[in-house]
Each structure stands twice: as C-alpha cells, then as structure tokens.
C-alpha cells in the first residue's frame, strides 16, 4: 500500500511539474509577445509624434495658404475694378471719338492718314525699303 501511495505521490508531483512547466513555457512566450508589442508600441509612439508634427506644420502651412488665397482675392478685385474704370474710359472715349468721326470726318481722316503714313514709314526704315510706293 505504501508502494501505491508512493507512486501516486510521485505522479501528483510529476503532474504539478507538468503543469508549472507548461506555465513556464507560456509565460516564457508570453513575456517574448510582450517585449514585441513593447517595441511596437515604442515605434507607434514615435509614429504618433512625427503625425502630431505634421499635422501642425500642415496646419501653419494652411493659415499661410489661407492669408495668401485672401490676399490674392482682394488683388483680383482691385485689378477687376481697376480693369472696369479703364474699360468705362475707354468706352467713353469710343463714344467721343465716334462723335467726332460724324461731326468733322475730315479730321478724323487727316489723323488716320499721317498715322498710316508713319506706320508705314516706320515700317519701311525697320526692314531697309526705300521704296515709297503706296504714299502720296
């Protein structure tokens, strides 16, 4: 009987070694994943910082964004309104023009010839003709 109980101690405590071993290797394992997640987690860390980094340097670089877009619109109607007043001149000197065109043509004629015959006299002296056909 001695003998059986013997060996039935014997298998508890090769059982319970078992068991401890088993823990042992597990937690072994376990102790390895956590040191690999620890890394990892170092290397999200620095991840995260370099985003954070980014992320605000993105958004200084949109406040700039925003001032220029802003700027170069107040530029735009400025150049609009300015292009306008110049357009409206420009019409109203038109109409001028035209009045005086139906008024006294002959003006308007004698101008548009001596400007034609400086064009072609400037035109003449640019490529070396000396010919003056074409003039009165």
């Known amino acids: 009987m001695m003998k059986t109980k013997l060996l039935i101690g014997a298998i508890c405590i090769s059982v319970i070694g ?20 620890i890394g990892q ?15 605000m340097q993105m958004g200084s670089n949109l406040d700039s964004v925003i001032k220029n877009t802003t700027r170069l619109a107040m530029q735009i ?5 300015e292009r306008q007043s110049i357009n409206n001149e420009l019409n109203s000197f038109r109409g001028r023009l035209n009045d005086a065109a139906i008024k006294k043509p002959e ?3 004698s101008r548009s010839n001596i400007a034609f015959d400086d064009v072609l006299q ?15």
């Open 18 to 37: 078992a068991v401890f071993f088993l823990q042992h290797l597990q937690i072994a394992k376990l102790e390895k994943a956590n040191s690999i997640l």
């Open 41 to 55: 987690n170092g290397q999200l860390d620095l991840s995260l910082k370099i985003q954070d980094t980014t992320i």
């Open 77 to 81: 109607n400025q150049a609009e309104a």
């Open 107 to 109: 003006i308007i004629e």
């Open 122 to 136: 400037q035109f003449a002296e640019a490529t070396g003709s000396t010919s003056k056909a074409g003039t009165d």
